[in-house]
């Protein structure tokens, strides 16, 4: 491999990460209060959505006692 080579695969990386700081500037980051309260939603829709699926397992395996014995 020539100097030429590695030359030129380094000064790709370089340039993905010039790149890769460029566009992080540019992202909105959300405050601390927004955070929070995306936060606080994710929470409560994952603990409803585990209850609905507990309520939707318990009634099937009632359901399966039922029919089997």
């Known amino acids: 491999m020539t100097s030429q080579t590695i030359s030129k695969g380094k000064d790709k990386k370089v340039s993905f990460l010039k790149g890769v700081k460029t566009e992080m500037k540019?992202?909105?980051?959300?405050?601390?209060?927004?955070?929070?309260?995306?936060?606080?939603?994710?929470?409560?829709?994952?603990?409803?959505?585990?209850?609905?699926v507990g309520l939707l397992d318990t009634g099937f395996r009632t359901l399966i006692k039922l029919i089997v014995g």
């Open 26 to 52: 540019k992202v909105s980051w959300p405050n601390k209060k927004t955070l929070l309260n995306h936060t606080m939603v994710v929470i409560v829709v994952c603990a409803l959505m585990a209850l609905f």
